[in-house]
């Protein structure tokens, strides 16, 4: 829905913002499974990936992070 924040959508679903974080990772972390990524690979990727999310400033930039 068009002027909805990520905060807004997550609080009317009723869960916190970790709970989102954990349940992407887990899905994240099952599709480069599936992809046959090695563990070493998926816990690169998860940790840049975290890196990102802790240093994001909330504020779209183009080509992504």
Do not use: V, W, Y
């Amino acid at each position: 829905e068009e002027g909805k924040t990520m905060q807004d959508t997550m609080g009317e679903a009723g869960i916190s913002a970790e709970e989102f974080h954990s349940r992407m990772e887990e899905n994240m972390r099952n599709r480069m499974q599936e992809r046959g990524l090695s563990e070493e690979e998926i816990n690169e990727r998860l940790e840049t990936r975290k890196e990102h999310r802790e240093n994001c400033d909330g504020i779209p930039h183009k080509g992504g992070f």
